[in-house]
């Protein structure tokens, strides 16, 4: 076993007796498709000839083996214990090499640099996560009026911090029926009570605070608490403690460079392996067990259980046919509609598709061509022009913008429309990404003006912020001048309102629905390091965009972290990756904390459910179970931005422990055995890279 670790150290296997085999050395932080079967096979071949190697020549065996008489149990795995209730006892015997505890190995001095670098890359994690208010109790919206179990381990906060949190419009009873809106949901199909329809009017909008809020010569929002004191202006410090950008990039570059060493990547891909392989020997032993844990919870099963579609665009949420047919009603019912302005005259409807030489019986899915084909594969700029019908940006401004001549009107009507099919489901929910790009400061107030008038607003939809990387677009036509312009535009008008909601009152209503910011580019364009250090924003004003495609941290990382991961296979099967080599069922097995989202439905799905369509895919052909759908939904909620009032009714009242103790199988349909095998299994592994064993 020494051989095999001094082997790992320089990235190399050397198996006894044998020449070397080189791992093949990939150029950045993972390893790319055929690397990783390069290695598979080169692992499979280093262990055939182990075991060839250590065979006796006489065929004996030196294990003591005899049979038990109790028969085969269901178990969940124990990282030190032996396989309870198994057929076959195996005494004396050394383990293999594969299966060496993580005990032993982290007893080897040789491991001990690796999993401080490890630890320290979760330490890092810890300190982003506290220091940018993210954990669990940082957010008014954790607090319901229950006192939470705090587990610090898990980075909770302790001890509530605010007051109750007030859902408005509020939730739906706990049992009810969709029906027409006119007449509201009714409970268990005897009420005819009038669900609370959202009134702006009745929105409460806080006063002023008194802390004040500038930007820094480094292009950071600091916020100043202003009770008198005797420090100057000049001398008076933030109340947040903020990293500096220096800080930053010197843990960035600590984390790429860990995540690129070799003998790290190594180790991360054989425990990966490992934690797979244990997870089909969990499955091989407890899938009958969990079946008939699944079939003792009445009415539950995978269609009413909870789920949320974490990655999904807002403009492109209906499906096709959906939108079809909206044109081709616009076009009949609203012909004279003005619509848009084009070449010095205004134009109506009826107008732009004479000029298209089209008549809405002409039209068709062939006809509106926004469906991602094969030749869209690898082909962004062909899959970008897909967002527009018949291949007219004039008509995407017109359905599918919400700041244009009508001010989003038909936009506003689709989007109810696909919030009435939701709410019919009743079980699928969604956190729409909508953009804001940065160009002028007033974009937050349109977009917020556009979803309260319209009152945009479901029980099943939260609003997720989407920042498009444009600025070299924005620079090139004069809309901006530096880097700054943008983080100015995209943020000045959060700390407004957050000091006096009564500046953007419309805003402070909309931002209680959205969960979180995102951006979004072109990821497979290659980005080079213009600068040796670089500029704070006020002095980036060149052509070109601040560099953003970074190497991406291990997966054993997001493993040891529980960081979630939203997946779209049928998205990346159009576009960037085959479906079956898509790494959704590795990921899983593994016990990253993945979930499945559908990304467009407009240009990869058929139906008017595409969360359904694109689970009912992934368990065709990754063969996946009741209980593994179960948990996909289940880790989907999680990883949502939806209130802890509306996760306690879907998940359980403590669903955010860990294990079994977090699960409630007659809301979530996951077994516990599921729970608490993955519960004990990363906790083995933090124990091993602790040091802990």
């Not at 007449?183 to 008194?210: L, M, Q, V």
């Not at 312009?485 to 931002?511: A, G, M, Q, W, Y």
């Not at 359904?612 to 052909?621: D, F, G, M, N, T």
Request: net charge negative.
């Amino acid at each position: 076993m020494s051989t095999t670790l001094d082997s790992l150290q320089d990235g190399v296997l050397s198996p006894p007796g044998e020449s070397l085999l080189s791992i093949p050395e990939a150029r950045d932080g993972f390893f790319g498709y055929s690397e990783e079967k390069n290695l598979q096979q080169i692992e499979q071949k280093y262990w055939a000839q182990r075991r060839s190697s250590d065979a006796r020549s006489d065929g004996s065996f030196s294990g003591n083996f005899k049979l038990t008489p109790s028969p085969l149990q269901p178990f969940v795995f124990e990282e030190q214990a032996n396989l309870a209730g198994s057929a076959l006892e195996i005494d004396d015997e050394p383990p293999a090499p594969s299966e060496i505890p993580a005990s032993e190995a982290n007893s080897n001095s040789e491991f001990s640099p690796l999993f401080q670098s490890f630890q320290r890359c979760l330490n890092l994690r810890d300190k982003y996560m506290a220091k940018s208010l993210q954990r669990l109790g940082d957010n008014p919206k954790d607090y319901d009026g229950h006192q939470p179990i705090i587990d610090k381990d898990l980075g909770h906060v302790p001890l509530p911090q605010f007051e109750k949190w007030e859902i408005y419009p509020p939730p739906p009873p706990p049992h009810w029926h969709w029906t027409d809106p006119k007449k509201g949901p009714s409970i268990d199909g005897a009420s005819d009570t009038k669900p609370t329809e959202f009134r702006f009017e009745d929105c409460h909008i806080p006063g002023p605070h008194p802390w004040t809020f500038n930007v820094d010569e480094k292009g950071v929002f600091q916020v100043y608490d202003d009770k008198p004191t005797i420090q100057s202006v000049e001398e008076k410090k933030p109340a947040f403690d903020i990293p500096s950008i220096r800080e930053y990039f010197v843990d960035l570059d600590y984390i790429l460079g860990v995540i690129a060493d070799g003998p790290t990547k190594s180790f991360a891909f054989r425990r990966l392996k490992y934690l797979a392989s244990k997870f089909e020997m969990y499955a091989l032993l407890n899938e009958s067990q969990e079946i008939a844990d699944m079939k003792r919870v009445p009415h539950r099963d995978f269609y009413n259980v909870r789920k949320v579609d974490t990655h999904v665009h807002h403009s492109s949420s209906m499906n096709q046919k959906h939108l079809l047919r909206f044109i081709k009603s616009k076009m009949k019912h609203s012909p004279n509609d003005v619509v848009i302005f084009r070449d010095g005259a205004y134009l109506t409807l009826e107008q732009v598709f004479q000029s298209l030489n089209l008549t809405a019986y002409d039209l068709s899915i062939d006809t509106l061509d926004m469906h991602a084909h094969t030749d869209a594969f690898h082909r962004f700029d062909k899959f970008n022009l897909k967002y527009n019908p018949l291949g007219e940006s004039r008509l995407r401004e017109i359905f599918l913008k919400t700041d244009n001549l009508i001010e989003g009107r038909y936009l506003a009507e689709l989007t109810r429309q696909v919030m009435i099919d939701l709410e019919q489901s009743k079980y699928q929910n969604c956190e729409w990404r909508i953009s804001i790009y940065g160009r002028s400061a007033d974009e937050w107030d349109k977009l917020a003006r556009w979803v309260i008038n319209n009152k945009l607003y479901s029980h099943n939809v939260r609003w997720l912020i989407q920042v498009p990387r444009l600025y070299d677009v924005y620079k090139a036509n004069g809309s901006i001048d530096t880097f700054e312009d943008i983080v100015v535009n995209v943020f000045r008008p959060l700390f407004e309102v957050t000091k006096d909601p009564t500046s953007h009152p419309e805003l402070h209503v909309f931002l209680q629905r959205v969960i979180g910011f995102d951006t979004v580019d072109d990821e497979s364009k290659v980005e080079r390091r213009i600068y040796k250090k670089y500029p704070y924003p006020r002095l980036w004003n060149t052509q070109q965009s601040p560099p953003y495609s970074k190497v991406p941290a291990l997966q054993y990382l997001f493993y040891l972290k529980q960081i979630g991961i939203a997946m779209s296979p049928l998205s990346n099967n159009a576009l960037f990756l085959t479906y079956e080599r898509n790494p959704l069922p590795d990921f899983f097995k593994t016990g990253l904390n993945v979930s499945l989202s559908t990304d467009d439905p407009l240009q990869f799905h058929f139906t008017k459910e595409p969360l359904l369509e694109e689970y009912s895919v992934a368990a065709h052909i990754y063969k996946l179970t009741q209980s593994s759908l179960a948990e996909l939904a289940r880790n989907s909620v999680i990883q949502s931005g939806f209130e802890m009032e509306i996760k306690r009714h879907w998940l359980g009242h403590q669903w955010y422990l860990s294990g079994s103790s977090g699960n409630d199988i007659h809301k979530t349909n996951v077994p516990d055995i599921r729970l608490a095998f993955r519960h004990q299994t990363l906790l083995a592994e933090l124990d091993m890279i602790g040091g802990r064993h």
